[in-house]
Nanobody
Framework: VQLQASGGGLAQAGGSLRLSCAAS????????MGWIRQAPGKEREFVAV???????FYADSVKGRFTVSRDNAKNEVYLEMNSLKPEDTAVYYC?????????????????WGKGTQVTVSS
């Protein structure tokens, strides 16, 4: 599956941004989709996941501020980011996997696409 994220940019602290991701290629079956991010000098980290049926799970650091959603007909996933903080600055990657349970347990996805930069100024 190929994943293409878009919608990154610059926002002020307290502001909002919305990321989108289109999946193409072998998307047959129920794929789990979500987001990971990598800040400068840090490890890549889990952000959020959404199952085919709409079940969601978030990292504690974004819970209550970020909302993940998807449009199964379009094979697209979105990340609405509100109340942004400077520490949310990172490259955000759209990610996919075949198992929601495994993603929640391991906080890891099997594949991801090219990232989009999100920068939050204080």
């Amino acid at each position: 599956v190929q994943l293409q994220a878009s919608g990154g940019g610059l926002a002020q602290a307290g502001g909002s941004l919305r990321l989108s991701c289109a999946a193409s290629g072998h998307t047959g079956g129920s794929i789990v989709m979500g987001w990971i991010r990598q800040a400068p000098g840090k490890e890549r980290e889990f952000v959020a996941v959404i199952s085919w049926s709409g079940a969601t799970f978030y990292a504690d650091s974004v819970k209550g501020r970020f909302t993940v959603s998807r449009d199964n007909a379009k094979n697209e996933v979105y990340l609405e980011m509100n109340s942004l903080k400077p520490e949310d600055t990172a490259v955000y990657y759209c990610a996919a996997d075949s198992s929601y349970t495994i993603v929640v347990a391991t906080l890891r996805f099997g594949s991801w696409g090219k990232g989009t930069q999100v920068t939050v100024s204080s």
